[in-house]
């Protein structure tokens, strides 16, 4: 027998200590009616889901925002660092802050840092400098990517896959508050460092979004926007 064979033979992957292990709390079985059911159901419900820019003040529950974001704690991630946090701004002075640091950044992006081209995707949306949602919502929930994580003794734990792994968790908190009835807005200014500065957070923590979250307004407008047929992002082989 060659002896690259018997090498490959006796070779095994690292096998996680039993120890670790538990054994996998039930699924529910359903019929495949109720699949086909819930899963429609599940679709109908968040199609309904918008980009929202015109919220209303009136206050939401902490509890609320809380069970949300314990919810975009069970979104997988590496090797389930689970490299984010969330930084949740109720407090109407911070932001403020936040509201004019993200103005002066929007405003340089608008006159100065996008194409035409850009400027163009953006204009069906009607977007500009001005975010008067960040001061009008009643939560901010700045979303941060952990690139790693000091330990007790000053090391660093290096985490694999931080921004896939927080976009993942960011999206179950979308899910997540539009199922209790919020809306969000994903927000993006461009450099996001002051929320750092702002906020106290350490060098290690990334900002990745700013999600603006509270009750939509009771004359808010959205775009007349179309969202892709599943033949247009799907292929089935």
């Not at 100065?112 to 949306?125: G, K, N």
Request: aromatic letters at 10%; charged letters at 20%.
């Amino acid at each position: 027998m060659p002896i690259a064979l018997i090498i490959i033979l006796n070779w095994s992957a690292p096998v996680a200590n039993d120890d670790s292990m538990i054994k996998l709390s039930p699924y529910p079985r359903y019929s495949e009616a109720e699949m086909i059911s819930r899963a429609r159901a599940q679709y109908e419900h968040l199609q309904s889901r918008r980009t929202v820019r015109d919220f209303s003040d009136q206050p939401v529950p902490r509890e609320v925002i809380e069970s949300c974001i314990q919810t975009a704690g069970t979104a997988p991630s590496g090797a389930n660092q689970q490299p984010w946090h969330f930084a949740v701004v109720g407090d109407p002075e911070i932001k403020r802050q936040i509201r004019s640091a993200a103005e002066a950044e929007e405003q340089e992006f608008y006159a100065h840092r996008a194409s035409d081209e850009w400027l163009e995707a953006l204009s069906h949306l009607g977007t500009d400098a001005q975010k008067p949602f960040l001061e009008t919502a009643p939560y901010l929930i700045v979303v941060f990517a952990l690139v790693n994580r000091a330990d007790d003794h000053g090391g660093k734990t290096k985490h694999y896959y931080p921004y896939e792994s927080t976009g993942l968790a960011t999206g179950f908190l979308i899910s997540a508050l539009h199922n209790v009835g919020l809306a969000s807005l994903t927000h993006t200014p461009n450099p996001m460092k002051f929320l750092n500065q702002v906020l106290g957070r350490p060098g290690n923590e990334r900002p990745f979004l700013i999600l603006v979250t509270g009750y939509p307004a009771d004359n808010a407008r959205v775009p007349d926007i179309k969202r892709l047929g599943l033949d247009e992002v799907a292929t089935f082989y």
